[in-house]
């Protein structure tokens, strides 16, 4: 278990119960933790959002590892779900949580002590936003990342049940108001650790996928594709990233990150072009 995150309260471990007043005035909340062949993961991250009056883990149907029964030991539910992505899956999963606050941790985050005590006071005061954003520390291989423009990822992963949803995308969907009207936003101070991709296997493996996807949602606004999408938009991704958001500080690590984003962008494209060029014959 890695030590510098809060595990949070498990059941039974001898923190002090909230007195009745403190129950009726406090928001309850359902910690989400959407999950697929994370075995590795699945317990440090629900130790993590312990803290929540219930912990609701999402497994994908097409998980081969040991992922839902290892969540099974200290989860209070485990529904198992089919995976089309992972907007979908979270829109099926936010109407099962029991409570009127949510919480979406994936399996490789964690959630600090810092952050906890967040959370608990919004859930305190119910709001007064709809929802919040929420700073990810972000590692890669082990290392902690400070460029790249990593060091901006914020997510809005703490809000109110029957407000909210994800949007239809396949990649890198946000939370909008179910009603149409804009929700209220803020941000929260406590940060999320990030432990994504353990490997540059593991990137690769994601990095391919995740292009058809966002291929997928940008060819429902990219007309036609031009050497000015595979080309020019593909190196400004890597100038801006490695110098402007400072890869270059984060060694080799940020170098490979910043490279494998400008590839993503044509990787993305090159997909658009070939469904466009599908379509037409």
């Known amino acids: 278990m890695r030590d510098d995150f809060a595990a949070g309260p498990a059941k039974g471990n001898g923190i002090r119960p909230r007195g009745n007043d403190e129950i009726m005035a406090r928001q309850k909340l359902t910690a989400l933790i959407p999950a697929g062949n994370e075995e590795r993961h699945i317990a440090e991250c629900i ?3 312990r803290f929540a009056d219930e912990v609701l883990v999402v497994v994908d149907a097409a998980s081969t590892d040991r992922t839902a029964e290892i969540a099974r030991q200290t989860a209070d539910r485990v529904l198992v779900h089919e995976y089309e992505n992972s907007a979908a899956q979270k829109n099926w ?3 099962q949580a029991t409570h009127p606050w949510v919480l979406v941790v ?3 985050e964690r959630v600090t002590p810092e ?5 608990e006071r919004v859930l305190e005061q119910d709001g007064p936003e709809d929802g919040y954003r929420i700073h990810r520390i972000n590692h890669f291989a082990g290392q902690r990342i400070y460029g790249c423009g990593w060091q901006r990822d914020d997510v809005l992963r703490l809000f109110r049940r029957d407000r909210s949803k994800y949007e239809d995308k396949h990649v890198h969907a946000d939370i909008i108001a179910r009603d149409g009207q804009p929700l209220k936003v803020g941000k929260l101070k ?3 650790l990030h432990f994504t991709f353990e490997s540059f296997a593991q990137y690769l493996k994601k990095h ?4 058809a996807w966002a291929g997928e ?3 429902r606004t990219t007309k036609r594709v031009t050497l000015f999408h595979l080309v020019l938009r593909p190196l400004w991704r890597f100038i801006r990233q490695y110098i402007m958001y400072g890869g270059w500080r984060d060694g080799i690590a940020g170098f490979i990150i910043c490279w ?3 590839h993503s962008v044509f990787l993305k494209y090159a997909h658009v072009w070939e469904s466009q060029r599908n379509q037409r014959q």
């Open 106 to 108: 994936d399996s490789d």
């Open 115 to 119: 952050l906890r005590a967040d959370v």
């Open 47 to 49: 130790a993590s959002v």
């Open 260 to 262: 494998m984003a400008a």
């Open 93 to 95: 999963a936010i109407p």
């Open 208 to 211: 391919g996928r995740y292009a």
């Open 217 to 219: 949602d940008r060819a």
């Open 190 to 192: 406590g940060q999320f």
